[in-house]
């Protein structure tokens, strides 16, 4: 799903530059991740929902909510990090490293690929609990050891900078 995604953004979105109609395009695939997985859900317009409504309604099912939103956010951070992407082309600026691993980090292999190695073997992970001191998203320690902190800056899409 991912690798044709990316793809499909880049043929419709990234070359034209049209951020409107990419953020558009990425808005609507939300109904197509529901968290109850009963949920009826909009005729796909496009390959890339009639793809997301697949991989929800043979993935989601069985699991809990609490796996249900962790592999929704993961799939929403995947998907809108095309605009990141498609911010910086527009703009002909390349990120520097810290920016691009610390983007990968949330979008890349470990969130979302967990989910699906979670569904593949049939086992929930279960995430710490808020206030433990460690991210409930990814499970690193935590750089704000506050109660009310549940995920990190790799997680949550604020920046790593000090400051921000």
Same mark, same amino acid.
């Given at each position: 799903m991912g690798v044709f995604f990316d793809d499909w953004f880049l043929d419709r979105f990234k070359r034209t530059g049209d951020r409107a109609a990419g953020r558009? *395009? $990425?808005? /609507? $695939? *939300?109904?197509?991740?529901?968290?109850? @997985? =009963?949920?009826p859900m909009p005729e796909p317009a496009n390959p890339v929902e009639a793809g997301l409504a697949d991989l929800w309604r043979r993935? !989601? @099912? &069985?699991? +809990?909510?609490?796996?249900? &939103?962790?592999f929704t956010l993961s799939t929403r951070n995947l998907l809108h990090e095309s605009l990141w992407e498609l911010d910086n082309i527009n703009i002909g600026r390349v990120s =520097?490293?810290?920016?691009? !691993?610390?983007? /990968?980090?949330? !979008? &890349? &292999?470990?969130p979302w690929s967990a989910g699906i190695v979670e569904h593949a073997v049939g086992v929930e992970v279960p995430r710490p609990s808020p206030g433990s001191g460690r991210c409930a998203s990814c499970g690193t320690? +935590? @750089?704000?050891? +506050?109660? +009310?902190?549940t995920t990190c800056s790799r997680t949550s899409g604020r920046s790593g900078r000090r400051g921000s």
């Open positions: 558009a *395009a $990425l808005e /609507r $695939l *939300a109904p197509f991740m529901p968290a109850d @997985p =009963n949920a993935t !989601v @099912p &069985g699991h +809990s909510q609490d796996w249900i &939103g962790r =520097n490293p810290m920016e691009y !691993v610390e983007q /990968r980090r949330k !979008v &890349g &292999g470990a320690a +935590s @750089p704000t050891r +506050s109660t +009310s902190a």
